[in-house]
């Protein structure tokens, strides 16, 4: 027997009340960017390969599904990312002199899952600030990625500052060949796997790179890299620039945790400064990924500064508490004029109105109906339930 109702694995339906969630937190997440001033854009689900996957680096083309267009005969790729894309289009359709912020929400692709739970179609929310190289184009793109959280229920954030800076300088001179490997090894927290590989570097690169591996945990972290990391003007200026971000943070955004992890190197190719991850509590995974990506743009021959996040709303649904049932009013299917218009005007109004088929009078639904629309003395009234 066929199993035509079986999806892939790692696909899957979204069913009603948790497709009205994700809509929800969409919805919220898009007037939380336009109150700050981003523009809305949304790119195609799908592109000519060359363009898909131009500086985005191998990891992005393994994530990447490929077809072959029927019209023109060139390879296309189904985006896994929508970054860039809006780089794209922040380079050549807008093409602006100054700042340009950008939002998007739409559907991501991936051949494998990210991870063992994790969906291989995404639902990407992001936001991006191109033209501004400042460190206050970084705050506000944290500030909008915590705001939206909290707007969607994420009590007491974790945010965790890093910087590519510090990576990148203490690998200067070292050959392209150990880079992934030593940017393997700090994610893993592997001091054996550092020492290994540090063998043969200069003794301040090697003791750097072995002192990244134990660089994370509060405020107290940012002074322990300045007695541990050898002074070099990138270190330098990433030190400051997290510690700057994380007194503005800490201002205006007093519920969250503040934490600092200098060796998380994921995608450390890909961002070039202050980087930034922000957990629920209690959580492993992160809800929002972001930072500074300056060369994101050089590709499409237009490298300006760059800066934003992404998440995942499905994931971002699934760590939330569930929102009650939406309250609605119950009223009966009937052919006459006044209560067809009564049921017309409450909807005018913002009400959710179910009308009860006829001889389904007794089937629930997921709308909590508090109030029924009753006919009294012959004016349809409402009725608290």
């Known amino acids: 027997m066929s199993s035509a109702w079986l999806l892939p694995e790692h696909i899957a339906d979204v069913l009603p009340s948790e497709a009205r969630r994700i809509e929800e937190l969409r919805r919220g997440l898009l007037d939380m960017a336009r109150s700050y001033g981003f523009e809305l854009v949304m790119p195609p689900l799908l592109e000519y390969l060359e363009s898909l996957l131009s500086g985005t680096g191998h990891a992005l083309d393994l994530q990447t599904f490929k077809l072959i267009d029927q019209l023109s005969g060139r390879t296309l790729g189904v985006r896994a990312d929508t970054t860039p894309q809006v780089a794209r289009i922040d380079a050549h359709l807008l093409n602006r002199a100054g700042v340009t912020r950008l939002c998007y929400c739409g559907p991501v692709l991936h051949t494998r899952p990210a991870g063992p739970r994790a969906t291989r179609e995404p639902l990407q929310f992001g936001a991006e600030i191109y033209g501004h190289a400042g460190l206050e184009a970084d705050l506000e793109v944290v500030e909008l990625a915590l705001d ?54 200069p003794e301040s690169a090697a003791r750097g790179l072995r002192a990244l591996a134990h660089l994370y945990g509060g405020a107290e972290v940012l002074e322990a890299a300045r007695r541990q990391l050898p002074d070099l003007p990138g270190i330098r200026a990433a030190l400051e620039d997290l510690a700057w971000l994380a007194h503005h943070v800490q201002r205006t955004h007093e519920q969250v945790r503040l934490g600092f992890d200098l060796g998380d190197t994921g995608a450390h190719a890909y961002y070039s400064g202050a980087r930034f991850a922000i957990y629920g509590a209690g959580a492993s995974d992160a809800l929002v990924r972001g930072g500074r990506y ?50 017309r005007s409450l909807r005018r109004q913002g009400e959710t109105v179910l009308c009860v088929l006829p001889g389904h009078e007794h089937e629930g639904q997921e709308f909590d109906c508090d109030r029924e629309l009753v006919e009294v003395d012959g004016q349809w009234v409402l009725r608290v339930l």
């Open 148 to 201: 939206g959280l909290r707007a969607a229920g994420v009590d007491a954030p974790v945010l965790d500052l890093g910087d590519a800076r510090i990576l990148r300088a203490l690998l200067q001179g070292v050959e392209r060949s150990r880079h992934e490997d030593v940017a393997a090894a700090l994610a893993r927290k592997d001091t054996a796997a550092l020492a290994a590989l540090t063998g043969g570097l």
């Open 294 to 343: 300056d060369e994101v743009g050089a590709v499409f021959g237009r490298n300006r500064p760059a800066v934003g996040f992404s998440l995942d709303l499905k994931a971002l649904a699934e760590r939330i508490a569930p929102a009650p049932a939406r309250c609605a009013v119950r009223a009966p299917w009937g052919e006459g004029q006044a209560l067809r218009d009564a049921v």
